[in-house]
């Protein structure tokens, strides 16, 4: 058995933990010999060992790899966390220990307001631009956003889940993460693919999408919320926070929770995309490039970028938004979708071909 599979293994004895875990290592003197002191307290030890160890070969034989909470490469402020997941899977390229550049977890409420959408596309791509990782949970909202910007950009971005890498939901993000696999990014999780998720899995995740940032950014928040928990936490781990505070609307309940974060802690709102990057991004090289407008006519890329923001745009919204008239923005959306670009669908619905 080796280090990998005698954590995973003590992660599992039931009612030990991962606090009594690394206690029982100490105490008794290697991990293996912890291991030994835990098959004494479980009832047909040989079976549930085998049982157990299985579970870890089928999740490597789905594709994933596991990373035990000692390895090098494991993240170094994960141990510090009052609980960090003794193991952890992924798919992707792992945290490096020589990894540099910032790490911005960029957070927010799954039923987010167009703006909000706009706001956390924008901040992932100039963060992106700026070199930093943007790290969030691929929920559907403020967290997809953020991640198609840093994928628009070309850049390296990591989704932490609250269910296994295999299982990414919702399915609407799947595109998402896979685009970010391909970009040289990471999808994580310190659940098993196939086992039942519960509410309170997301809440736990969102420890680990903090512990992993050097920010975190609230972009919208209700009243209540998983990213008001995360605002929380970076508090508590002394990771600095950042609110979006939008021109208007403040005192509306979809803006609830940044208001109230901003009443106790008015130094931490921000306004402009640009400025906040620019201030979290003090020292990383800026990228200047992305990826999803190469070989696009500078013509069409404001209208390429609003399609992305939202993964697909009704013609008379994308007239609108680019003042244009129904007619001619019909024309240079038929010239996108020659060109390969886009996709009309029933409906004068356009979607990206290209993520």
């Not at 299985?54 to 402020?77: C, I, T």
């Not at 901040?123 to 691929?138: D, E, H, P, Y």
């Not at 244009?324 to 009309?344: C, I, N, P, T, Y």
């Amino acid at each position: 058995m080796d280090r990998l599979e005698a954590w995973w293994v003590l992660a599992g004895v039931p009612g030990l933990g991962v606090k009594k875990a690394r206690e029982m290592v100490r105490l008794a003197g290697s991990l293996e010999q912890a291991v030994e002191w835990a098959a004494r307290c479980i009832p047909n030890a040989d079976r549930w060992f085998g049982e157990r160890l299985q579970l870890l070969h089928d999740e490597r034989g789905r594709g994933s790899w596991a990373m035990a909470w000692d390895d090098p490469n494991f993240p170094s402020a994960w141990r510090e966390l009052p609980d960090p997941p003794l193991v952890v899977f992924g798919r992707g390229v792992p945290h490096l220990s020589t990894e540099s550049g910032c790490h911005v977890a960029v957070v927010g409420t799954r039923k987010c307001s167009a703006e909000a959408q706009h706001v956390a596309f924008e901040l992932g791509k100039a963060m992106a631009l700026r070199g930093a990782t943007v790290v969030s949970g691929l929920a559907r909202g403020i967290d997809a956003a953020a991640h198609r910007g840093a994928c628009y950009v070309g850049h390296r971005n990591i989704g932490i889940l609250g269910g296994g890498v295999s299982d990414v939901q919702p399915r609407s993000s799947v595109p998402i993460a896979m685009r970010m696999l391909e970009l040289g990014g990471a999808v994580l999780s310190e659940r098993l693919s196939g086992e039942p998720v519960h509410r309170w899995h997301f809440a736990a995740r969102n420890r680990l999408v903090v512990g992993l940032a050097e920010a975190v950014v609230v972009v919208q928040s209700p009243a209540k919320g998983g990213a008001l928990i995360s605002a929380q936490l970076a508090l508590d781990l002394g990771v600095s926070c950042w609110v979006y505070r939008p021109s208007k609307g403040l005192d509306t309940p979809p803006w609830a929770g940044n208001r109230r974060l901003l009443s106790e802690f008015p130094a931490m709102g921000w306004q402009s995309v640009d400025a906040l990057a620019d201030e979290i991004a003090k020292g990383i090289e800026f990228t200047r490039t992305c990826i999803a407008e190469q070989g696009l006519p500078m013509a069409f890329r404001s209208t390429w970028r609003h399609i992305m923001e939202t993964r697909g745009a009704q013609l008379a919204t994308l007239a609108m938004l680019a003042g244009k008239d129904m007619e001619s923005m019909r024309r240079q959306l038929h010239a996108m979708e020659m060109g390969g670009w886009v996709r009309r669908m029933p409906g004068e619905w356009y979607v990206p071909l290209k993520l």
